[in-house]
Every structure is written in C-alpha cells, then in structure tokens.
C-alpha cells in the first residue's frame, strides 16, 4: 500500500471501504472516520509507516463503515473518540439507530453491526478539532458532522464523490434526503480548495465551485 498524501499533512487510507482521512495536527494526528469493522490493521499500519501518533479520531456518523474499526482503533492506540452528539447514542450504543427508508439498506444495517466505541466527546456546531470547525450537517443521519478550515472541507457522506462525481448521498440510506440536500448547499455555500469526503477520490482544486455545480447552484454571487 503505497502512501496517499493528498495535501500536506493529509493521507487517504486505502482499502477502508469508506474512506478514513489521518491529518496532522501539529504533534499529533486526527484519524477522521474508521472503516468497515475489521479494516483498522490498515490504519495502524498506515499510520506506523508515517509516524503518526493518532490521539484524537473524528467520526463523521454512526454507519458502520465510518465506525466499524473504531472501537479497535481506540484500543490500539488510546485516541479520544469524537462525534457529533446527535448521533452519540447510536455510536456508544446506548440507542438503536433509526430504521433506514429501504427494506435493502435494512437488510445491510442487519447484519453488518459495528461494536459500539464509547464517545469521549460530544460535537455541535462551530466547536473546534485542531484547525478545524464542526458543522453540524444532518440529513443522512440526524447528528452527521463535518470538519472545516477553510481550505479543507471533510464532510463524511454529506457528500459523495464517486467516479469524479459529486452526487448527494443515496437516498435508501439517508434518513431525511431533504435535510441532506440542505446540509449539502450549506456546504457548497462555503470556500474550500479541497473536498474530502466519505465515499470517492478526494477532489482536489477549486472544489467548492466543482460541488456548487453539481449541486446546480451556479456561481456564488
Ligand atoms: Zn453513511
């Protein structure tokens, strides 16, 4: 597996199934989103390769590809767990998650299950994770974050960016797609050069302006 820098001081950890962003944050490292339950070995050893410390992981939503290595990652390497707080209960598994729309995505969220990670730090809006703002960005779940610097947006599935591509999430798998597609042109209405997202190739270079077209938003005034 060769290393993936897509920014300075941003790696893109392969063969996750969602994709799980390691950023570094002066001495240490934030591991954003973990990977489907069993994958974290690669995280470990991606991380290894670089040096990384990873003291703080950030989790996008609860959905079991973005937290199925976390609970194993959290144990391997002492990292706080942080998440949005609408989604914590779900994640620490205090709560059951809401019932996906589609009898398909019900069948996946069946019998592909996460081991609950206990969440050391709830997220809302506007609070910081390094150089990093969270944004509340709910729709495909109800407490799905994002992570801003103004150069970098890292926004979990809020949107996907498969085959080049900016598309909003799929619909069977997100709980109120009009809330989504709100979260989505909230997003776009912001100026980023580089969009990192759950699912798909990290675009990279005016990347705003490439999600507010295919938002069919047009230019911002
Ligand atoms: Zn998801």
């Given at each position: 597996m060769a290393p993936l820098e897509i920014v300075e001081g941003v790696h893109?950890?392969?063969?996750?199934?969602?994709?799980?962003?390691?950023?570094k944050d002066g001495d240490s490292w934030i591991a954003v989103d973990a990977g489907m339950p069993g994958t974290h070995r690669k995280v470990l050893d991606y991380a290894q390769r670089l040096g990384a410390r990873i003291t703080r992981m950030v989790l996008t939503h609860y959905h079991v590809d973005h937290i199925?290595?976390?609970?194993?990652?959290?144990?391997?390497t002492g990292a706080q767990v942080l998440a949005g707080a609408a989604d914590t209960p779900y994640i620490s598994g205090r709560a059951r998650p809401p019932a996906p729309r589609s009898l398909t995505a019900r069948l996946v969220l069946t019998f592909a299950r996460a081991r609950p990670v206990p969440v050391d730090m709830e997220l809302r809006e506007g609070q910081r994770v390094g150089r990093f703002t969270v944004l509340e960005v709910p729709g495909h779940t109800p407490g799905s974050i994002a992570l801003y610097d103004g150069k970098i947006a890292i926004v979990g599935d809020a949107l996907i960016t498969r085959k080049g591509r900016v598309t909003l999430p799929p619909q069977a798998f997100t709980l109120d797609p009009a809330a989504a597609r709100r979260s989505a042109e909230r997003i776009a209405s912001l100026d980023f050069e580089v969009l990192l997202a759950g699912h798909g190739k990290p675009l990279v270079g005016d990347a705003a302006r490439k999600v507010r077209e295919a938002l069919g938003l047009g230019s911002r005034p």
């Open positions: 893109l950890v392969d063969g996750t199934n969602c994709n799980v962003y390691l950023i199925g290595g976390a609970a194993a990652l959290r144990e391997a």
